[in-house]
């Protein structure tokens, strides 16, 4: 059995253990300053080293596979984990794992089908998996936010949701304020960075690109794509996620679910 792929991964994971050094640092001030993070730091640490290093092979093997299953398969598991994750965020809304879920695949998969289509990126697991991963990830924030944006706001103005109810408004329409307010919130970071872009810091996808010897000007087109799909992909689910939550937010009789905004 041919063991060089293990040696060269080995070699190749030299400087990431020499830059745990700056980690130790970390732990070293948090002891130091009695914030007891240390056990945290430590097991981040570990945990994201291991993570990625599986991930690493996992990869390595679907780049291999010529099946495009692979990739719909990879695309499926992280929105999964992503709805999980935003649903954690939004726990009082109700069943919103699922609606987180459901939110970021219309989003991402809207947004990955426009660009294929395009032909911005060729529909292979070197193109579709790292992108799929980058548009899942800032979706999963933006809904998350989002959705307890939403919930929350309701919550704090519940009295004058109730009163346009009454007064015969749909659930839309008494809370299309809080609607916009939470979408506005959770879209701002987004549009904020995309302002700022290369102005305060170069992002991941452009400084791997040059790090790893492509041009400046070929890495700021890879970004200038990322940034628009970024947008795309988190408006589209962030306003799916509103939608689906209003059904549970309300009764079939138009009236606010008591169990949704009792507690805190």
Request: aromatic letters at 10%; a positive charge; glycine letters at 8%.
């Amino acid at each position: 059995m041919d063991w060089d792929w293990l040696f060269q991964f080995l070699k190749g994971m030299v400087k990431p253990v020499a830059a745990l050094a700056v980690v130790l640092m970390a732990v070293l001030l948090s002891f130091l300053q009695k914030l007891g993070l240390e056990k945290e730091m430590i097991y981040s640490i570990l945990r994201a080293f291991l993570q990625l290093s599986v991930i690493g092979f996992v990869l390595q093997f679907i780049f291999n596979q010529k099946n495009s299953g692979w990739i719909v398969l990879s695309y499926l598991f992280m929105v999964s984990v992503a709805g999980y994750t935003a649903g954690q965020r939004a726990k009082h809304v109700s069943r919103g794992k699922y609606v987180a879920g459901v939110s970021i695949l219309a989003g991402t998969a809207v947004t990955m089908f426009v660009l294929v289509v395009l032909s911005v990126f060729p529909f292979t697991p070197r193109y579709i998996i790292p992108v799929a991963g980058m548009m899942v990830g800032n979706a999963m924030t933006v809904t998350g936010v989002a959705m307890k944006r939403l919930r929350d706001d309701i919550k704090i103005q519940v009295n004058l949701v109730e009163t346009a109810l009454a007064l015969g408004a749909t659930p839309r329409q008494a809370t299309l304020e809080q609607v916009k307010r939470a979408l506005i919130i959770a879209l701002s970071p987004v549009l904020d960075n995309a302002k700022t872009v290369g102005l305060i810091s170069l992002p991941g996808a452009m400084t791997g690109l040059i790090m790893g010897g492509a041009s400046p000007l070929e890495a700021i087109q890879l970004q200038i794509v990322v940034m628009n799909m970024l947008i795309g992909a988190s408006t589209v689910s962030s306003i799916t996620s509103t939608y689906f939550c209003w059904p549970t937010f309300f009764t079939q009789a138009y009236q606010l679910e008591t169990k949704v905004f009792a507690s805190d």
